[in-house]
Nanobody, 123 residues
């Protein structure tokens, strides 16, 4: 079992930046691939980014590629999502998630989820 707590959300103007953090506790953090997902009002939850247990491999949704960067610090049991050049369409609740094994983009492949943090981008 691993517990995940997101932080760093907030209100930002279009073109601005935010860095989300996800602190993990419980089992050995470095055993888990980590992912960020988001859910906008009235829409399904969607994949944003994922990172392997070592940090050596990453993958991004096309909509955020080149603007968002996922990283992790296994010594601090934390995964980050640096979000730059934010757009109003990035407005959503952002969730981090964990899975044992290789990084995956499918929501169904993640076993553990945080409670989410709200990101609102104003135009």
């Amino acid at each position: 079992q691993v517990q995940l707590v997101e932080s760093g959300g907030g209100l930002v103007q279009a073109g601005g930046s935010l860095r989300l953090s996800c602190a993990a506790s419980g089992r050995t953090f470095s055993n888990y691939a980590m992912g960020w997902f988001r859910q906008a009002p009235g829409k399904e939850r969607e994949f944003v980014a994922t990172i392997s247990w070592s940090g050596g491999s990453t993958a991004y949704a096309d909509s955020v590629k080149g603007r968002f960067t996922i990283s992790r610090d296994n010594a601090k049991n934390t995964v980050y999502l640096q979000m730059n050049s934010l757009k109003p369409e990035d407005t959503a609740v952002y969730y981090c998630a964990a899975r044992v094994g290789l990084l995956r983009v499918e929501i169904s492949q993640y076993n553990y989820w945080g409670q989410g943090t709200q990101v609102t981008v104003s135009s």
